[in-house]
C-alpha cells in the first residue's frame, strides 16, 4: 500500500491516550493489517476497540473505519476492466509485462486490499495523461484534463481593461444564475430521520464575485453562512420519508470579474513580516502544508537563480506545470499529504497542484493561500481549485496553476496568464481549505480538504459520496 495514503489512516490514531486504552497495542494491530491490505481484519480490530474506548477515541476509530471504505469505493477496478478500457478507448491489448512496467513507475495505481489487486477507478485513462510512452501506442488522443477551451480566454484577455492599480487588467465580467441540487438516495437513511445539509453558495468579493443573490431554497428554513467561514454555504433540514429520495436545492446568481496582473508592470515592496496576514500565509499549516526535507530541496533547487518574490513565483510556477501532469485524483480525505504524494507520484489533479505550489511559495516567504470553486465554462463545469499570491504594494494575484498546464495560447503571456490572472468562469466559494462550517457540522466531512459537492449528516453519523448525488446547471445571463 502506498505509505502516503496508509499514513492518512493512521494518523488519527497519534491523539490516542495509550493510558486509558484498554488494549495498549490495538493501534499497532491495526497499523499492521492496514499495511499488509487486511482491510477486513483492521475493521474487526477497530469494532472490537470502539467498545472499551473514550468518545473521542471511538469518533476517530470510526473515521478510521469510514477511510477504510473511502479507499474501497476509490480502488473499485479490476484488471479485466482495466485492459477492457484501453481496448476500447486506446485501441491496443497491453501485455502484462506493459502493466507491470505502468505499475513500477506509478502511472497504473493500485492497491492490495484483502488479498486482491485492485485499480483506481480513473486508474486507465490516467496512465495516458501521465506517461508519453503510453500515449504513443495509440492513436487515439489523450483522455481530455481539466484545461477549458482556450477560445473563451483570447476573447477575453483581447477586450481587458486597466485599472487604477499599475499592471492590474480587468476582463469583461460573466453574470451566472445556478441552480444546485443535493439528493440523498431513498432509504440511505431510516424513514422520518433528520437530515442535515449544506450546500456550496458563492462568497461575496468585491473584486472578483459580486452582486452575489439567493434566490430560491427548497426548504422556507435556512441558515446562510455569509462569510463567517472560509467555506460558504446554504444549510437546510428535511426529515427523510421512506422509499423516497430526499432532495435539497439552491438558486443563485452572481457575476464573476476576471482578472490579470501583467508582473513585468508590478513593483513588489519589501513584505511587512510582522503582519499578522504575513505570518498566517508563509506559516506551515499540517498536515497538507509543511517544510519537509523533501520541499526544502526541490523548492530550493528550482529557484536557485531567483532573487525577487515574482521571480520565485516564476520558477515554483514553471516547474509545477512542466513536471507535473493533471490526473483524476484520490478523494483529497484518504491522503495525508496532498504536496508529498504529488511529488511521489509525479502527477496531480488542480487541488493537488494548487497545495504544492502554495507550499513552496510559504517556504520561500511569499504568502500565499487557496481558493476553490467550480470552473463555469460553457458545456465544462466542473470542480475547481487555484490559489492566490500576495505581493506587497499590488495586494493578492489569482494564480491557475492547473490551468497553466498545456499548449501555447495566442495572446501576449500565453499560457502563463495563469502564472497571474484567472477568467471570469469562476464560481469562487472557498477562502482556505479543511475550515469549519456554519452552522458546525458534528461528523468529519465526506471532502476534509476542499468544499465544493456539499455535505450531509444525520444526528448520528456523516453521509459519504456514495449516499447521495449532486447537480448543478448553470445559465448564461
Excluded at 463567517?228 to 426529515?239: L, N, R
Excluded at 468562469?425 to 458546525?440: E, H, Q
Aim: include cysteine.
Amino acid at each position: 500500500m502506498n505509505k502516503i495514503v496508509l499514513f492518512s489512516l493512521l494518523v488519527f490514531m497519534t491523539t490516542f491516550s495509550a493510558c486509558n486504552s484498554p488494549d495498549k497495542d490495538y493501534r499497532q494491530r491495526i497499523d499492521s493489517k492496514i499495511q499488509k491490505g487486511n482491510f477486513s481484519a483492521a475493521r474487526q480490530i477497530i469494532d472490537s476497540a470502539r467498545k472499551k474506548t473514550s468518545p473521542p477515541e471511538t469518533a476517530q476509530l470510526q473515521f478510521l473505519k469510514d477511510s477504510l471504505h473511502r479507499i474501497e469505493l476509490d480502488f473499485g477496478r479490476t484488471k479485466g476492466e482495466v485492459v477492457e478500457w484501453i481496448e476500447k478507448n486506446r485501441g491496443f491489448t497491453p501485455t502484462d509485462s506493459l502493466l507491470n512496467e505502468w505499475e513500477a513507475s506509478k502511472a497504473l495505481e493500485f492497491r492490495i486490499i484483502d488479498g486482491e489487486k485492485r485499480y483506481f477507478r480513473n486508474a486507465a485513462p490516467n496512465v495516458f495523461r501521465v506517461n508519453a510512452s503510453a500515449r504513443e501506442l495509440s492513436k487515439n488522443a489523450a483522455p481530455k484534463s481539466d484545461t477549458p477551451r482556450d477560445a473563451l480566454l483570447v476573447d477575453a484577455f483581447n477586450h481587458k481593461t486597466a485599472t487604477d492599480t499599475k499592471g492590474k487588467y480587468l476582463l469583461p465580467q460573466k453574470t451566472v444564475k445556478i441552480n444546485y441540487t443535493l439528493t440523498v438516495k431513498a432509504d440511505a437513511v431510516a424513514d422520518g430521520e433528520t437530515l442535515y445539509a449544506w450546500l456550496p453558495f458563492p462568497r461575496k468579493d468585491i473584486h472578483r464575485q459580486t452582486d452575489v443573490k439567493l434566490l430560491a431554497t427548497s426548504q422556507p428554513d435556512y441558515v446562510l453562512s455569509e462569510d463567517q467561514t472560509q467555506h460558504t454555504s446554504v444549510y437546510m433540514e428535511q426529515k427523510a420519508e421512506k422509499g423516497k429520495p430526499t432532495v435539497f436545492s439552491i438558486d443563485f446568481e452572481f457575476s464573476s470579474h476576471g482578472e490579470w496582473f501583467d508582473l513585468s508592470e508590478i513593483e513588489v515592496m519589501p513584505y511587512d513580516s510582522s503582519a499578522y496576514s504575513y505570518k498566517a500565509y508563509t506559516s506551515e499549516r499540517k498536515p497538507h502544508i509543511g517544510f519537509s526535507g523533501n520541499i526544502k530541496k526541490i523548492t530550493d533547487s528550482v529557484t536557485q537563480n531567483a532573487r525577487t518574490p515574482v521571480e520565485n513565483l516564476q520558477a515554483i510556477y514553471r516547474y509545477i506545470a512542466a513536471n507535473y501532469p493533471w490526473a483524476s485524483a484520490l478523494e483529497y480525505s484518504t491522503i495525508a499529504n496532498i504536496p508529498e504524494y504529488v511529488i511521489e507520484n509525479s502527477k496531480g489533479d488542480c487541488g493537488q497542484v494548487a497545495l504544492l505550489l502554495i507550499t513552496m511559495l510559504r517556504y520561500k516567504g511569499i504568502p500565499a493561500r487557496w481558493q476553490s470553486g467550480w470552473m463555469t465554462h460553457p458545456g465544462e463545469v466542473n470542480l475547481h481549485d487555484w490559489a492566490e499570491v500576495y505581493f506587497e504594494g499590488t495586494g493578492w494575484i489569482p494564480v491557475d496553476i492547473s490551468f497553466g498546464r498545456g499548449g501555447a495560447i495566442s495572446i501576449k503571456p500565453s499560457r502563463e496568464f495563469f502564472m497571474s490572472g484567472i477568467d471570469s468562469y469562476r464560481l469562487y466559494i472557498n477562502s482556505d481549505f479543511s475550515a469549519k462550517f456554519f452552522p458546525r457540522k458534528r461528523f468529519p466531512r465526506s471532502e476534509t480538504v476542499d468544499f465544493q459537492r456539499g455535505e450531509v449528516e444525520t444526528g448520528s453519523r456523516n453521509l459519504y459520496f456514495d449516499e447521495w448525488d449532486y447537480k448543478m446547471i448553470v445559465t448564461y445571463k
